[in-house]
């Protein structure tokens, strides 16, 4: 059993709070997208996905445009809770590199929200590469930040020890 100690918050964990108000503006413009497409076809609330004929739907190219809006702001917040949680975890231990991370994947939810809100779901994989970048990055940050606290260990002293030998 380890020994129990106060949570202690690395000075440079400012670095995550930066990235998480990035996540906060990108959360904004994306409230700020839906409420504006629901306003320019006047879809009343509580619908989340329209189809012809709700509000002033009349084609399927505004359905397209409404929905993919929609689709696009539920996605990230479907997602959200998973890199909230790993990006706070791993800031603990790395906190730049968690807001390194984080960062990128907030940058491609930018991109993935401005791209299908276009109303052709194919435009929300633009700079999806980002996200092939954040994903690992922050689970294996969380993974090894998960090990070293049990095991306390620390393994950036190990390689810097492993290499100055």
Request: charge should be positive.
């Amino acid at each position: 059993m380890s020994s129990t100690s106060f949570l202690q918050i690395p000075s440079d964990f400012g670095y995550v709070g930066f990235a998480l108000l990035g996540f906060v503006g990108v959360m904004i413009h994306k409230i700020f997208g839906v409420v504006a497409v629901r306003k320019k076809y006047k879809v009343p609330y509580p619908i989340l996905y329209a189809k012809i004929g709700d509000g002033e739907i009349k084609e399927e190219k505004q359905l397209m445009e409404y929905n993919c809006t929609q689709r696009a702001h539920q996605n990230t917040l479907e997602f959200a809770p998973l890199f909230l949680a790993m990006t706070l975890f791993a800031g603990l231990r790395y906190p730049k590199a968690a807001a390194v991370g984080f960062s990128l994947w907030v940058l491609q939810r930018f991109f993935y929200f401005e791209g299908y809100k276009s109303g052709d779901p194919k435009n929300r994989v633009n700079m999806y590469f980002l996200s092939s970048i954040s994903t690992p990055i922050l689970l294996i940050l969380t993974a090894i930040s998960s090990f070293e606290m049990i095991l306390e260990f620390d393994t950036l002293s190990f390689i810097s020890n492993l290499i100055q030998q």
